[in-house]
């Protein structure tokens, strides 16, 4: 037996982290990468995984405590052969399994249909600051968290319990506890939310809309397997994590898709010649590559698609770090090459290749995923002609790619055969007008057709 310290391992570069639960206790058997804690910083919740099996013999931490990268918070004893506590730094390498929701982001929709559903009679659960009605649908979950100021006295609730209410729009006034003297739990809050988020709407309240929130009908409940055959399969942990932010992106950015097509065929030949000259040397440039440094070119002429909206502001960033949607057996995630403006196609194209590879072994850090400025999609290896892919807030514009295909071109003279690739340019159109996304999937196709023009 030995006793091994656990500590909090890279969690992103955020300190002061608070933790917001506690998950196992004194005298629980762990298996290797069960969830210790949870930590819930201003942008993400993440949880703490055990380094490896054993059983808890102390928790040094509790919840409202503020930890950082390195702080003790468990000491698990360990009955693996060889274990001794000197391997206890090893574990602040291990990765915080992120999830990149944020409460403002589960707030806006949970507190928006319990609203909606309450009954005329009751408390309001959510109190909407005068004139809320005019706000723009971007600003509503902003309004929602900023408009949660209930007054919980009397209420018996843990603090940890009552912040949570707060932040789903909860009154706790109206919540049953189950726990002993009528305390609420957590899981009372939740229950709660569920049933109003189930529970039809009454025409009134449809019709009272206020034509901000989507006041849509709930979703229908079909007992499938009286129609045949059926196999449930649980959602992974990135679809659960990737639906919540592809859902609000959609409904919240007004999208406009953009679609072109760009010549590659000098390109491609050019890709070829040296993959063929660099054989030896192992080097691969991949399309992939030649299309983000092409990005970057673009995005350098159009500043306005490398920025993001911050309220009434637009930030205009100065450096380029392009995300690329890689796939992987759990789901899409979408790593980040930082500075791609400084470095060279080869290398992009390297780096591109260990980063997908990670994904796939679901080894990427929360920080390998943070910090994009501009998205790449590319189903090149897949097939498609065309595809609308969605932006990845707080970005403004995502490139999709599809498959190239070789199509008859007319020169002025004849008919040439050229290699076509199909271009699909998203943007948020409360930054980016129609215009300026024709000229910058143009500009696109332009220098992949081209690519001296990178030089200019």
């Keep these: 037996m030995s006793v091994i310290d656990v500590k909090v391992p890279d969690i992103g570069g955020f300190d002061d982290v608070p933790v917001i639960e506690i998950l196992v206790k004194v005298g629980d058997s762990v298996q290797a990468e069960e969830s210790l804690l949870t930590l819930e ?27 950082s990268e390195g702080t ?29 929701e944020t409460i403002e982001q589960k707030a806006a929709p949970a507190a928006s249909a319990i609203a909606s559903s309450a009954p005329a009679t009751s408390s309001p659960s959510v109190s909407s600051p005068a004139g809320s009605s005019s706000l723009p649908a971007h600003s509503q979950s902003t309004a929602v968290n900023s408009a949660v100021l209930l007054d919980f006295s009397g209420v018996h609730a843990s603090p940890s319990v009552r912040r949570f ?29 569920k049933t109003r988020l189930s529970a039809s709407p009454s025409a009134s309240a449809v019709a009272q809309g206020s034509g901000v929130g989507l006041d849509l009908l709930p979703w229908p409940k079909v007992d499938f397997a009286k129609f045949g055959a059926v196999e449930v399969q649980p959602l992974s942990r990135i679809k659960k994590i990737s639906g ?50 092409a990005c970057v070119a673009a995005l350098k002429k159009f500043p306005e698609f490398n920025s993001s909206l911050d309220g009434d502001q637009l930030v205009l960033k100065k450096y380029y770090h392009i995300g690329f949607a890689a796939d992987t057996p ?50 090149g290896g897949i097939g498609g002609t065309a595809f609308t892919p969605i932006v990845n807030a707080p970005e403004v514009a995502i490139l999709g790619v599809s498959r190239s295909q070789t ?50």
Excluded: C
């Design 165 to 193: 209410s707060r932040e789903l729009g909860v009154d706790l006034r109206q919540v049953s506890g189950s726990a002993p003297k009528g305390r609420i739990t957590k899981e009372d809050v939740t229950a709660f939310v």
């Design 41 to 67: 910083s201003d942008k993400a919740t993440m949880e703490v995984p055990a380094p490896q099996a054993g059983t808890i013999k102390e928790i040094l931490v509790k919840v409202g405590d503020k930890i």
């Design 330 to 379: 759990q789901g899409l995630v979408v790593p980040v090459i930082r500075d791609a403006d400084q470095k060279g196609v080869a290398q992009l194209a390297k780096e591109m290749g260990e980063m997908a590879a990670q994904a796939r072994d679901g080894k990427l850090k929360p920080t390998d995923m943070q910090g994009g400025t501009f998205t790449i999609s590319s189903l």
């Design 407 to 456: 199509k008859p071109v007319w020169d002025g003279k004849q008919f040439q055969p050229r290699l076509m690739l199909p271009l699909s340019l998203s943007y948020d159109h409360r930054v980016v007008d129609g215009a300026s996304g024709a000229r910058f999937a143009s500009y696109i196709a332009t220098v992949l057709a081209d690519y001296r023009r990178i030089l200019l």
């Design 244 to 293: 919540a932010n592809l859902w609000r992106n959609w409904v919240m950015i007004p999208h406009v898709t953009q679609f072109d097509d760009a010549d590659i065929t000098d390109l491609e030949a050019f890709r070829v010649q040296i993959n063929q000259e660099q054989a030896k040397q192992g080097t691969k440039l991949t399309m992939l590559a030649f299309l983000m440094k």
């Design 72 to 100: 003790l918070i468990v000491r698990l004893e360990s009955a693996e052969a060889g274990g001794s506590s000197a391997a206890a730094p090893a574990t602040s390498n291990t990765p915080v399994e992120a999830k990149p």
